[in-house]
């Protein structure tokens, strides 16, 4: 159904009338507002412009002194709407609005029940209302008993779902039986409860106990009783007691107590939490709620726990050594009591002589003595009631024995606050470890603290240890293993973080001296709280002053120099800028301080060297590559001058040809032997051409394709072998050599490229030999440069090797003057075939 509620206010002369309208809920409502007779916008009532708005969105809009507009589908719960005057097309004058409410008939009231707190209390009862109406709902509840006792009472909340009677049901009818019951009403009807019936004993509470106390007889724990008070009529009661340290509790339960009960199970010198609830009957009613907490300490017993020792050794001299001795709290269970003191004893092993005993508040304790004999050390603890029983330890060398080193000890994080440490046994006195000892502590705790010392005793067979004493995030440990076999013992140590970060800082350089040519730098170790983890590296970076080129560095492990190191990169008498960073798993820390320095000494001409002879290598690597030397040997072609374009004089006519009529043979037979030892795909190797210039130095093509390896070359030298000898155009002439400065012009015909006397097929680069005009060697003819163009009798064959690096070959001679020599099957080379000239080549 739907509820109407209307305020108007009054605005100039403009009132609005309002209907009440009731709906169900899902129907249409019709919403009126109008003007009074002759009020609105003057002078004609046709200016008059009314809106109806639902909350802020215009839902209708009419001309005149009225509107009436039908809503459907309003939703459970208040709607408001509003009616305004419009006389102009920007002011708009509120006059009236409503807020119409939707809401359901009440639920049937469920879950009746009543309860009476303590004997003296009131009935209160509470049920659950159903779903909301969302309209005002009246309860009205009603009690209903022996002798005509009828009692209701209505409540005046809006979300009423408890009531409280205000009468207390007495215990001189505990056997009588009670009725109640809820009815739920508002504007669209009405609904009630089941009855509900109980007796005095179903609904009485009691109150929780009061008054509890503890007491110990004769100031120990074997005995003690608990008392407490309760209501008359109580005939039950339930005890639950805890270590304040424990979330459990025990429970014990107890009949016709009368405020008493002994517990016999109590720990010494422990603070425990007590509490009592209790109940009327063993069947009927419910359990009180409990009562306020009793917090107490039992009595101190003598300790019963021994010490967990630990020490450390260290030599002082030649005769003394000093003992630290470490051990750990007891357990409140083991210590039974405040612990006042330790009790600490040195002794020598061989003859039981007691040499220091001491008494300290402390959990440590350093002495000095005597590196002679063997020594034994016992501590206990002592409270009021007594001393525990001392825990002995011998003092040996825990890391003299290599053999029983851990192997590949190693730590990783687990969380914020714990490392896993693990490790291998000792490789060749595996049975004989008796046990192991995990040893950390912070590597570089804070100025002026000394750090605390944790340890972990580990069976033989297990070889992990998860360590959560003392360990805090983005601090470096240092961790050790021992493993311990009688009176000997091995050791091994890494470092570990449960979290890191880059360092926050960088390391200050604090000094920079030199020796013997190097640069020693110290630098002052980041603050603890700054490094965020373990270092790993260190990096120190140079550059000259005012050079804006990236910086050199040198990365340094941690465990090599972790305060100073050499570096021998820098250059004399030019002034460098240093600073350094360093590095954890997390990332490089910022740069630290800057510092100028300028080495002292003599240069060294080897810096110099050693980029030249690294520019040279790369210049010959890439002009090894097939399309690099193509585009030079076009450049030089290019720039080729022009008197190279002279013509070679013809052969043809010579007086040599005419002399000897078997060169054509002998020339077809150096054309064979040429072919037959034409490398193989396996070996490719290249052709020798021998070119001359007119009237310049000769210049050689090396017989063989070889690749940087097979000539021994490095990367920061270069080998030549005699196979890779040659001269060129720039380089000495040979010294039988003719020319240009002799004013001897050396033909062509005259000299073809021919070997000296002990010359080789392997060794072409042997000087030339100026032949007479009227001689022509008949074991290496001439052929031009382009060899590619020759025919042979074998298939051609595809060199495997062609993209490898190449030897540079250059010639005078334009590759557009030499055409290629074709022979056919049989056919012999002769010389009145054959043009030469310095400009071009001819057939």
Same mark, same amino acid.
């Given at each position: 159904?739907?509820?109407?509620?209307?305020?108007?206010?009054?605005?100039? #002369?403009?009132?609005?009338?309002?209907?009440?309208?009731?709906?169900?809920?899902?129907?249409?409502?019709? #919403? /009126?507002?109008?003007?009074?007779?002759?009020?609105?916008?003057?002078?004609?009532?046709?200016?008059?412009?009314?809106?109806?708005?639902?909350?802020?969105?215009? #839902?209708?809009?009419?001309?005149?002194?009225?509107?009436?507009?039908?809503?459907?589908?309003?939703?459970?719960?208040?709607?408001?709407?509003?009616?305004?005057?419009?006389? %102009?097309?920007?002011?708009?004058?509120?006059?009236?609005?409503?807020?119409?409410?939707?809401?359901?008939?009440?639920?049937?009231?469920?879950?009746?029940?009543?309860?009476?707190?303590?004997?003296?209390?009131?009935?209160?009862?509470?049920?659950?209302?159903?779903?909301?109406?969302?309209?005002?709902?009246?309860?009205?509840?009603?009690?209903?008993?022996?002798?005509?006792?009828?009692?209701?009472?209505?409540?005046?909340?809006?979300?009423?779902?408890?009531?409280?009677?205000?009468?207390?049901?007495?215990?001189?009818?505990?056997?009588?039986?009670?009725?109640?019951?809820?009815?739920?009403?508002?504007?669209?009807?009405?609904?009630?409860? &089941?009855?509900?019936?109980?007796?005095?004993?179903?609904?009485?509470?009691?109150?929780?106990?009061?008054?509890?106390?503890?007491?110990?007889?004769?100031?120990?724990?074997?005995?003690?009783?608990?008392?407490?008070?309760?209501?008359?009529?109580?005939?039950?009661?339930?005890?639950?007691?805890?270590?304040?340290?424990?979330?459990?509790?025990?429970?014990?339960?107890?009949?016709?107590?009368?405020?008493?009960?002994?517990?016999?199970?109590?720990?010494?010198?422990?603070?425990?939490?007590?509490?009592?609830?209790?109940?009327?009957?063993?069947?009927?009613?419910?359990? /009180?709620?409990?009562?306020?907490?009793?917090?107490?300490?039992?009595?101190?017993?003598?300790?019963?726990?021994?010490?967990?020792?630990?020490?450390?050794?260290?030599?002082?001299?030649?005769?003394?050594?000093?003992?630290?001795?470490?051990?750990?709290?007891?357990?409140?269970?083991?210590?039974?009591?405040?612990?006042?003191?330790?009790?600490?004893?040195?002794?020598?092993?061989?003859?039981?002589?007691?040499?220091?005993?001491?008494?300290?508040?402390?959990?440590?304790?350093?002495?000095?003595?005597?590196?002679?004999?063997?020594?034994?050390?016992?501590?206990?603890?002592?409270? +009021?009631?007594?001393?525990?029983?001392?825990?002995?330890?011998?003092?040996?060398?825990?890391?003299?024995?290599?053999? *029983?080193?851990?192997?590949?000890?190693?730590?990783?994080?687990?969380?914020?606050?714990?490392?896993?440490?693990?490790?291998?046994?000792?490789?060749?006195?595996?049975?004989?470890?008796?046990?192991?000892?995990?040893?950390?502590?912070?590597?570089?705790?804070?100025?002026?603290?000394?750090?605390?010392?944790?340890?972990?005793?580990?069976?033989?067979?297990?070889?992990?240890?998860?360590?959560?004493?003392?360990?805090?995030?983005?601090?470096?440990?240092?961790?050790?293993?021992?493993?311990?076999?009688?009176?000997?013992?091995?050791?091994? %140590? =890494?470092?570990?973080?449960?979290?890191?970060?880059?360092?926050?800082?960088?390391?200050?350089?604090?000094?920079?001296?030199?020796?013997?040519?190097?640069?020693?730098?110290?630098?002052?170790?980041?603050?603890?709280?700054?490094?965020?983890?373990?270092?790993?590296?260190?990096?120190?970076?140079?550059?000259?002053?005012?050079?804006? /080129?990236?910086?050199?560095?040198?990365?340094?492990?941690?465990?090599?120099?972790?305060?100073?190191?050499?570096?021998?990169?820098?250059?004399?008498?030019?002034?460098?800028?240093?600073?350094?960073?360093?590095?954890?798993?997390?990332?490089?820390?910022?740069?630290?301080?800057?510092?100028? &320095?300028?080495?002292?000494?003599?240069?060294?001409?080897?810096? &110099?060297?050693?980029?030249?002879?690294?520019?040279?290598?790369?210049?010959?690597?890439?002009?090894?590559?097939?399309?690099?030397?193509?585009?030079?040997?076009?450049?030089?072609?290019? *720039?080729?001058?022009?008197?190279?374009?002279?013509?070679?004089?013809?052969?043809?006519?010579?007086?040599?040809?005419?002399?000897?009529?078997?060169?054509?043979?002998?020339?077809?037979?150096?054309?064979?032997?040429?072919?037959?030892?034409?490398?193989?795909?396996?070996?490719?190797?290249?052709?020798?051409?021998?070119?001359?210039?007119?009237?310049?130095?000769?210049?050689?093509?090396?017989?063989?394709?070889?690749?940087?390896?097979?000539?021994?070359?490095?990367?920061?030298?270069?080998? =030549?072998?005699?196979?890779?000898?040659?001269?060129?155009?720039?380089?000495?002439?040979?010294?039988?050599?003719?020319?240009?400065?002799? @004013?001897?012009?050396?033909?062509?015909?005259?000299?073809?490229?021919?070997?000296?006397?002990?010359?080789?097929? @392997?060794?072409?680069?042997?000087?030339?030999?100026?032949?007479?005009?009227?001689?022509?060697? =008949?074991?290496?003819?001439?052929?031009? +440069?382009?060899?590619?163009?020759?025919?042979?009798?074998?298939?051609?064959?595809?060199?495997?090797?062609?993209?490898?690096?190449?030897?540079?070959?250059?010639?005078?001679?334009?590759?557009?003057?030499?055409?290629?020599?074709? &022979?056919?099957?049989?056919?012999?080379?002769?010389?009145?075939?054959?043009?030469?000239?310095?400009?071009?080549?001819?057939?």
């Amino acid at each position: 159904m739907a509820h109407t509620v209307g305020g108007c206010s009054l605005a100039l #002369i403009f009132i609005i009338m309002l209907l009440l309208v009731k709906a169900k809920i899902g129907s249409a409502v019709n #919403i /009126s507002c109008s003007l009074k007779p002759k009020q609105g916008c003057l002078p004609s009532s046709s200016f008059n412009k009314l809106i109806l708005y639902k909350f802020d969105r215009r #839902i209708y809009v009419q001309h005149g002194h009225s509107l009436s507009s039908q809503v459907k589908g309003l939703p459970l719960g208040t709607t408001l709407f509003v009616c305004k005057l419009a006389c %102009s097309s920007s002011d708009e004058i509120r006059i009236c609005g409503a807020e119409i409410s939707v809401g359901v008939v009440p639920e049937q009231p469920r879950n009746l029940s009543c309860i009476q707190k303590g004997e003296r209390g009131t009935v209160i009862c509470t049920w659950h209302r159903g779903r909301d109406t969302h309209l005002y709902t009246a309860y009205t509840l009603q009690l209903n008993g022996p002798k005509n006792l009828t009692w209701q009472k209505q409540c005046n909340d809006h979300y009423c779902d408890h009531l409280d009677l205000g009468i207390n049901l007495t215990p001189e009818s505990l056997e009588s039986s009670y009725t109640v019951k809820v009815t739920a009403i508002n504007s669209l009807g009405s609904a009630s409860s &089941f009855p509900f019936s109980f007796t005095l004993l179903d609904i009485v509470r009691p109150l929780p106990p009061w008054d509890i106390r503890i007491k110990f007889v004769n100031a120990s724990v074997d005995r003690c009783t608990l008392l407490w008070r309760d209501e008359g009529l109580v005939l039950l009661n339930r005890l639950r007691y805890r270590p304040i340290n424990s979330r459990s509790w025990n429970m014990v339960n107890v009949t016709n107590a009368k405020g008493r009960h002994d517990l016999l199970d109590l720990k010494p010198f422990t603070e425990y939490e007590f509490q009592i609830s209790s109940k009327l009957h063993l069947y009927k009613g419910s359990w /009180s709620d409990w009562s306020e907490s009793l917090r107490t300490q039992t009595p101190e017993e003598e300790p019963i726990g021994m010490l967990n020792v630990w020490y450390m050794r260290q030599h002082i001299d030649y005769n003394r050594q000093q003992i630290s001795l470490f051990w750990k709290n007891l357990s409140l269970s083991e210590a039974r009591g405040k612990i006042l003191h330790y009790q600490v004893t040195l002794q020598k092993v061989a003859g039981g002589e007691i040499t220091l005993q001491n008494i300290t508040e402390h959990t440590s304790w350093t002495w000095v003595i005597p590196r002679t004999g063997n020594w034994a050390a016992a501590v206990s603890a002592a409270n +009021s009631k007594g001393s525990s029983l001392p825990t002995r330890i011998n003092i040996t060398d825990l890391c003299g024995a290599e053999l *029983l080193a851990p192997q590949q000890v190693l730590a990783k994080s687990e969380g914020m606050d714990k490392l896993m440490v693990t490790w291998t046994p000792p490789e060749k006195a595996t049975a004989a470890v008796q046990e192991y000892v995990v040893e950390w502590r912070e590597l570089h705790p804070g100025a002026g603290m000394q750090p605390p010392l944790g340890w972990l005793w580990s069976p033989p067979y297990r070889l992990s240890a998860l360590i959560s004493e003392n360990i805090k995030p983005y601090i470096c440990y240092e961790i050790r293993v021992h493993a311990l076999a009688g009176d000997q013992g091995g050791c091994n %140590s =890494t470092r570990g973080n449960s979290q890191h970060k880059a360092p926050l800082s960088g390391p200050h350089i604090n000094a920079i001296s030199e020796e013997k040519g190097s640069v020693l730098i110290s630098w002052d170790e980041i603050p603890a709280r700054e490094q965020m983890g373990c270092i790993l590296h260190y990096r120190i970076y140079w550059k000259e002053r005012d050079s804006n /080129s990236q910086p050199q560095l040198c990365e340094i492990p941690y465990r090599i120099s972790p305060n100073s190191h050499p570096i021998d990169s820098l250059q004399p008498r030019v002034t460098y800028v240093l600073w350094m960073t360093a590095l954890t798993a997390a990332g490089e820390s910022p740069q630290g301080n800057e510092r100028e &320095f300028c080495l002292q000494g003599k240069a060294n001409w080897s810096t &110099f060297v050693a980029p030249s002879i690294c520019m040279a290598v790369i210049m010959v690597g890439v002009l090894s590559m097939r399309c690099f030397r193509q585009k030079v040997f076009v450049l030089l072609l290019a *720039l080729r001058p022009q008197w190279c374009s002279k013509e070679i004089p013809d052969p043809a006519n010579s007086t040599w040809a005419k002399k000897y009529p078997i060169v054509e043979e002998k020339t077809q037979l150096a054309l064979d032997r040429l072919l037959t030892e034409w490398p193989t795909p396996e070996e490719p190797e290249p052709l020798v051409i021998n070119e001359v210039l007119c009237r310049v130095t000769p210049v050689f093509r090396p017989p063989h394709h070889r690749s940087w390896s097979e000539k021994g070359q490095g990367v920061q030298g270069h080998y =030549t072998s005699e196979e890779d000898t040659g001269y060129s155009a720039s380089s000495p002439p040979p010294p039988r050599a003719p020319t240009a400065e002799t @004013g001897q012009g050396v033909d062509l015909y005259k000299v073809l490229g021919s070997k000296g006397p002990d010359s080789k097929p @392997g060794n072409p680069a042997s000087p030339l030999t100026i032949l007479p005009v009227d001689y022509l060697p =008949t074991h290496d003819g001439y052929l031009p +440069s382009n060899m590619d163009y020759l025919p042979s009798h074998e298939a051609p064959i595809t060199d495997p090797l062609e993209e490898l690096p190449q030897h540079i070959s250059l010639s005078i001679f334009p590759s557009s003057s030499l055409r290629p020599l074709t &022979f056919s099957c049989g056919e012999k080379l002769t010389l009145d075939q054959l043009k030469m000239g310095c400009g071009s080549l001819m057939l």
